[in-house]
Every structure is written in C-alpha cells, then in structure tokens.
C-alpha cells in the first residue's frame, strides 16, 4: 500500500503563499490580508503562525539561505574550474529567481528591517569569498592570470551584477516582472567580468559557452 502524503501544515502553505504573491504582485502589494484571502483562512489564522509580514520575510529569506548553503563553496578534492562557475552561477540565479521578490523589492524590504539587512550583508560578503577561493584556484593552476587585488575587485562587481541582474533585467526589457530570468545570459554576463584573466584552455572554454549562448 502506498504511504499517503503528509498534509501540508498551516504554516508552510502560508510561506508558500506568501512567496507566489510576493513574486507575482510584488512585496510591498502584497498584505497579510492578501495572504490570508488566497489561502481562505482567517487573518487571526495567519497572526498564530507570523505575527507580521516581516516574520514571513525574514522566515523566507531564511529558506533562500539554506539553499544557497549547498551552492557557496569550492569543489572538494579538484582545482576549481571555469566549468564550476557557470554552474555555480546557473544554479545561484536560479535560486535568486525563486526567490525573486528578495531583488525586486531589495531596497524597499532591507531599508525597514535592520536585521535582515544585515543577514543580507552577510550573504552577499560570503558569496565573495568564494568568488575569490574559486578564482584564487584557477589561478594557481595556471587557468587564470590575476593579482590578488584584481579577484577582489571582480569579486565584488560579481555580486553587484549578481544582486541587481532580476532588476536590471526587468528595466531593460520593459516586460516588468512577468519575463523569465535567462539563466544563460545572467551567467555568461557575470563570467565576461573574468574572460580578459583567463588563459589557455579556460579561455577557449569559456569562449565555446559564449557561442552557445548566442
């Protein structure tokens, strides 16, 4: 006999909710009422499990965090390789777009909540580091010619595109926020940054992904 599937608790279908509407409509459109109304439970229902809408943020942001746990760290027992930043890059954006209403609405969420701001901050630094040890891999491998201050300062402009891409993306398009994320192009955009530092068989990788992409 089949084992039956657990029913879904209150709390977690609030949270899954929650993350379609804000996604959909856009965090600051979005109210515990709205939440409440598409699940057809009563906002007192709502209020035992989160008392605010910022609890449902910040417990989201958390789901984004344990993912991202998995995806920000170097390979084991292997050199880095060009091949592990696209992947690493696919997979982060992916996660970004799940999560999309995080960067939509980035200014908006963290501009009244301090703590999340500073979790932010902490993902965003963490993400940086492992640019640096994956490009301080290839480096020593002959894969990338870079001085430590040049994998800093790619490193930080990969998290400024990597942050902004889902805004800059829905202003350059004009389709708002109801077009897909490209996967291929977010991460090729980011992988350009570090093209002119590659060498040899990193390059001539690097530069076959890019006519695929195109």
């Not at 899954?16 to 600051?28: H, K, M, Q, V």
């Amino acid at each position: 006999m089949a084992e039956r599937k657990r029913p879904r608790r209150t709390r977690e279908r609030i949270l899954e909710t929650a993350l379609l509407l804000f996604n959909r409509l856009g965090e600051p459109n979005v109210t515990t009422a709205d939440i409440a109304g598409e699940m057809e439970i009563s906002p007192g229902n709502l209020y035992y499990h989160f008392r605010n809408k910022d609890e449902i943020i910040a417990e989201l942001f958390a789901m984004f965090e344990r993912r991202l746990d998995g995806l920000l760290r170097e390979p084991e027992g292997r050199s880095a390789g060009v091949e592990d930043l696209w992947l690493l890059l696919h997979l982060l954006f992916e996660a970004m777009w799940e999560h999309r209403f995080l960067f939509r609405d980035l200014d908006e969420i963290l501009s009244r909540n301090r703590k999340l701001a500073a979790r932010f901050a902490l993902l965003m630094r963490r993400g940086s580091l492992t640019m640096i040890e994956l490009c301080r891999a290839m480096a020593a491998t002959g894969a990338m010619d870079a001085t430590e201050r040049e994998i800093a300062a790619l490193a930080d402009n990969v998290a400024l595109i990597a942050t902004y891409w889902i805004s800059y993306q829905k202003i350059s398009t004009g389709l708002g926020g109801t077009a897909p994320i490209s996967l291929d192009r977010a991460a090729y955009q980011v992988l350009a940054l570090i093209a002119p530092f590659l060498r040899g068989d990193a390059r001539r990788l690097l530069d076959r992904l890019s006519r695929d992409y195109e």
